[in-house]
């Protein structure tokens, strides 16, 4: 008596649309499955049936509309994704910063005092002239503008903001160019 032949191939007929078919062919299980049903001839030019219910556990039914027994489908699994790179912080600045006249002042450490224009102080003039200035990574004022005065005030409060020096600003623990209003107050003694 010689053992059954192996089972390599099995088709499936899926029902999608009434009406039409079309055959799946499985691929044979990774070693073959030999079957032996109950009281059927084990010569194989004889024909037999075959019975899910009879079947090893490691075939089980066809997954509706699928291709194979359930649990045959071989498990891959993909490769774990690359770690994260290093954390890098932008070391060149494309354009200053802009912080308020307070925080700007707490860093001034070199502050020169405008000298009061005779012409101004005997006019009786007085008030605030408003400049904005770009603070360079060293301190120092590059491309100081005037944004509103008394004509008699502003020359005088240039000169004297142009001498004046800040603590350079900070970021990432780097010196950074900075934009900062500016206001000088002219006020007449009594």
């Given at each position: ?40 001839s084990a010569h194989p030019s004889e024909p037999q049936t075959v ?129 900062a209003p500016i206001e000088v107050n002219f006020t007449l003694g009594?």
């Amino acid at each position: 008596m010689s053992p059954p032949a192996p089972i390599h191939e099995a088709v499936v007929t899926p029902a999608r649309n009434p009406g039409s078919t079309s055959t799946l062919t499985v691929a044979p299980a990774v070693r073959p499955v030999f079957h032996f049903v109950r009281g059927a001839s084990a010569h194989p030019s004889e024909p037999q049936t075959v019975s899910y219910a009879d079947a090893p556990p490691s075939i089980g039914p066809f997954v509706p509309g699928g291709v194979g027994p359930v649990g045959t489908l071989p498990i891959t699994t993909l490769p774990p994704p690359p770690p994260p790179g290093p954390v890098t912080h932008p070391t060149t600045q494309s354009a200053p910063i802009r912080v308020t006249s307070s925080v700007q002042m707490a860093k001034l450490i070199r502050k020169v005092m405008p000298i009061y224009p005779v012409l101004a102080r005997t006019a009786g003039v007085s008030g605030v002239v408003h400049l904005v200035g770009t603070i360079g990574k060293d301190g120092t004022i590059h491309d100081l503008q005037l944004i509103g005065g008394h004509p008699l005030l502003t020359h005088a409060a240039m000169e004297a903001v142009e001498q004046w020096v800040f603590k350079p600003t900070l970021l990432n623990g780097q010196p950074v160019e900075v934009i900062a209003p500016i206001e000088v107050n002219f006020t007449l003694g009594r």
